[in-house]
């Protein structure tokens, strides 16, 4: 055992890099990344412009709905999002044919 003098640096937490992302974190990052490039260009456009976002082969209609709509949340635009015939429609006014059409008659 031997007993010395330490010095305040080998106490200082050392610089480690920043590991490298996996595929699939690199495509979660370039997707987020296009999502919010859109929802900005709504956002700064016309009220009345609809974007339509068309999924690829190997998207799942699902997957990139909750993508979107987590981009949304952080959004600060108003932007509504609809869901028709497997793409996603985005525009900062009314999404035709949605919902909050006319009340439905009551069954008696």
Excluded at 14 to 30: E, G, T
Excluded at 39 to 68: F, Q
């Amino acid at each position: 055992m031997k007993i010395r003098d330490a010095k305040p640096e080998e106490l200082a937490p050392k610089v480690r890099r920043a590991r490298a992302l996996s595929p699939r974190q690199l495509a979660i990052q370039k997707r987020d990344q296009s999502i919010m490039k859109l929802l900005n260009e709504i956002a700064v456009g016309p009220t009345s412009s609809i974007k339509k976002i068309e999924l690829e082969d190997g998207e799942k209609l699902v997957t990139i709905r909750a993508a979107v709509s987590r981009q949304l949340k952080a959004h600060p635009a108003d932007i509504n999002m609809g869901v028709r015939s497997g793409a996603i429609f985005l525009s900062r006014g009314k999404i035709p044919g949605g919902r909050g059409g006319r009340p439905r008659k009551k069954i008696a």
